[in-house]
């Protein structure tokens, strides 16, 4: 499996980017998606997840209201709307993908087998 991260960028505040994750070597839509962030000096964090159900989506506090995640089944590709972003959303996002996953470990980054290479945004004022 491998996943393709793309669409990072240099934007101002208040901004929107849109992130994509593309996925091929296994069937897409069996697959729980998610991404996740890596600051500068910190920990890889949990930004936002979709759910092989296709329906259960979950956020991380800071992203809920500005980040979207959604899925094109026919493209085998996953997306990160980023609205309103913050000079805090600065980092380096990671696609990771699982095809086993328990929905109890859908923020857990240990928990997803498949990563892409990171993609760098950078919000600036």
């Known amino acids: 499996v491998q996943l393709q991260a793309s669409g990072g960028g240099a934007v101002q505040v208040g901004g929107s980017l849109r992130l994509s994750c593309a996925v091929s070597g296994r069937t897409f839509r069996q697959s729980t998606m998610a991404w996740f962030r890596q600051a500068p000096g910190e920990q890889r964090e949990f930004v936002a997840a979709?759910?092989?159900?296709?329906?259960?989506?979950h956020y991380a506090d800071s992203v809920k209201g500005r980040f979207t995640i959604f899925r094109d089944n026919a493209k085998n590709t996953m997306y990160l709307q980023m609205n309103s972003l913050k000079p805090e959303d600065t980092a380096v996002y990671y696609c990771?993908?699982?095809?086993?996953?328990?929905?109890?470990?859908?923020?857990?980054?240990?928990?997803?087998?498949?990563w892409g290479q990171g993609t760098l945004v950078t919000v600036s004022s």
């Open positions: 979709l759910f092989r159900n296709g329906v259960s989506t």
């Open positions: 990771a993908a699982d095809f086993s996953l328990i929905l109890s470990s859908i923020r857990t980054s240990s928990a997803y087998d498949y």
